[in-house]
């Protein structure tokens, strides 16, 4: 999976199956605030 940082850097990081969005970006120690809890409406 690849993350898109604010000043436009792209991060590419293992996304294993089963994770969502958020469990991704947290294990890749990205800080998204995840008030959803991962349902993607935040």
Known sequence: MTFVRPDGTRLDVDA??????LEIAHRSLI????ACEGSMAC
């Open 16 to 21: 294993p199956d089963g994770l969502s969005v």
């Open 31 to 34: 800080d998204l605030e995840g």
